[in-house]
């Protein structure tokens, strides 16, 4: 797999939530905190307004226009932002199996959205190195998202037999299209791995690790998959990515590490080999050292909250 699939695999984003939002006239609506969920909505009809906590400015959403919330924060949205907020849930019933929610007697405005959840301790690790606010607006990105959009719209207003699971699958696809969308915008300035991907040189040695975490790389064996000199392809590492080349495959044999020790029953002795480790306490140190626990504490489930040092800082 490449980089961004192996991460997303890892963080096991599940939807958990997909419907259609029709609105006449004018309206406002406040929706509270996500707990750490992801949420993304595309604008089929009309257009509205976006305000997310924490931001200073509101975003204009104009028919086409899709967003990616990644922070969980509370948001709103709105015709008119100067119009007071209703929460959300007066507007929306408090569990419902998707379909389309009408508000105003509906027909001026049309929004398809979908709510994640990431499973795993580590969603940080993406959710930290987005904006509050993905605006995908350009024509060329839009078309990329379109059918994913038309087609979930048709399964939320017509339901039919295996609808849940279509709609489940399409909501993956709008999720991974955005962040797609995002990265494809040649992104300056960000640090951590995500903005790594964007550089073609980097995203290639991320990517050499990813696909063989168990291999004994050197800095130098990196640094010709990048075409560059030891020192050079060092610094550009740590500048784009914001850890050293070597720290940055240590997370990452642990991050699968740790999945392994949830869902599976591999000995601790197994996972150190597979990830390159000639003995079980080498691993376990490097371990520790990561995961602020032993192995054996995050497999029983005693993992604390964890964000991997350096991504906090990338931030």
């Given at each position: 797999m490449d980089p961004l699939s192996d991460v997303l695999s890892l963080l096991k984003p599940r939807n958990y939530m997909s419907a259609g939002f029709d609105a006449g006239g004018e309206w406002s609506i406040q929706f509270p905190d996500q707990q750490q969920s992801?949420?993304?909505?595309?604008?089929?009809?009309?257009?509205?307004?976006?305000s997310v906590e924490g931001?200073?400015?509101?975003?204009?959403?104009?028919?086409?226009?899709?967003?990616l919330l990644p922070s969980g924060r509370p948001f709103r949205l709105a015709s008119d932002i100067s119009l007071a907020p209703v929460e959300a849930v007066r507007i929306f019933p408090p569990a419902r199996a998707g379909g389309v929610v009408t508000h105003n007697g509906g027909g001026d405005f049309f929004l398809v959205s979908s709510r994640f959840a990431l499973g795993g301790n580590h969603a940080g690790i993406l959710l930290r190195m987005l904006p509050a606010i993905v605006h995908i607006r350009k024509e060329s990105d839009q078309s990329a998202l379109?059918?994913?959009?038309?087609?979930?719209?048709?399964?939320?207003?017509?339901p039919q037999p295996g609808g849940f699971l279509v709609i489940q699958h399409l909501a993956h696809m709008m999720l991974v299209q955005a962040l797609r969308l995002y990265l494809s915008e040649g992104l300056k300035g960000g640090i951590g791995w995500l903005f790594a991907l964007a550089d073609k040189q980097i995203g290639t040695v991320i990517s050499a690790m990813h696909d063989n975490p168990a291999h004994g790389w050197t800095l130098q064996e990196l640094a010709e998959r990048a075409g560059m000199s030891r020192s050079t392809f060092a610094l550009r590492f740590k500048e784009t990515v914001g850890a050293?080349?070597?720290d940055y495959l240590t997370r990452w044999r642990m991050l699968l590490a740790g999945d392994r020790l949830t869902n599976s029953s591999d000995p601790v002795a197994v996972i150190a080999l597979s990830l390159g480790y000639e003995s079980e306490s080498a691993f376990s140190t490097a371990f520790k050292r990561v995961m602020n626990c032993s192995p054996r504490q995050?497999?029983?489930?005693r993992a604390p909250s964890f964000v991997p040092r350096n991504e906090a800082e990338a931030a």
């Amino acid at each position: 797999m490449d980089p961004l699939s192996d991460v997303l695999s890892l963080l096991k984003p599940r939807n958990y939530m997909s419907a259609g939002f029709d609105a006449g006239g004018e309206w406002s609506i406040q929706f509270p905190d996500q707990q750490q969920s992801i949420k993304t909505g595309a604008v089929v009809s009309g257009r509205c307004w976006l305000s997310v906590e924490g931001v200073a400015d509101a975003v204009r959403l104009e028919t086409g226009d899709s967003f990616l919330l990644p922070s969980g924060r509370p948001f709103r949205l709105a015709s008119d932002i100067s119009l007071a907020p209703v929460e959300a849930v007066r507007i929306f019933p408090p569990a419902r199996a998707g379909g389309v929610v009408t508000h105003n007697g509906g027909g001026d405005f049309f929004l398809v959205s979908s709510r994640f959840a990431l499973g795993g301790n580590h969603a940080g690790i993406l959710l930290r190195m987005l904006p509050a606010i993905v605006h995908i607006r350009k024509e060329s990105d839009q078309s990329a998202l379109r059918w994913s959009v038309e087609r979930m719209m048709q399964e939320l207003r017509e339901p039919q037999p295996g609808g849940f699971l279509v709609i489940q699958h399409l909501a993956h696809m709008m999720l991974v299209q955005a962040l797609r969308l995002y990265l494809s915008e040649g992104l300056k300035g960000g640090i951590g791995w995500l903005f790594a991907l964007a550089d073609k040189q980097i995203g290639t040695v991320i990517s050499a690790m990813h696909d063989n975490p168990a291999h004994g790389w050197t800095l130098q064996e990196l640094a010709e998959r990048a075409g560059m000199s030891r020192s050079t392809f060092a610094l550009r590492f740590k500048e784009t990515v914001g850890a050293s080349p070597m720290d940055y495959l240590t997370r990452w044999r642990m991050l699968l590490a740790g999945d392994r020790l949830t869902n599976s029953s591999d000995p601790v002795a197994v996972i150190a080999l597979s990830l390159g480790y000639e003995s079980e306490s080498a691993f376990s140190t490097a371990f520790k050292r990561v995961m602020n626990c032993s192995p054996r504490q995050y497999g029983r489930g005693r993992a604390p909250s964890f964000v991997p040092r350096n991504e906090a800082e990338a931030a």
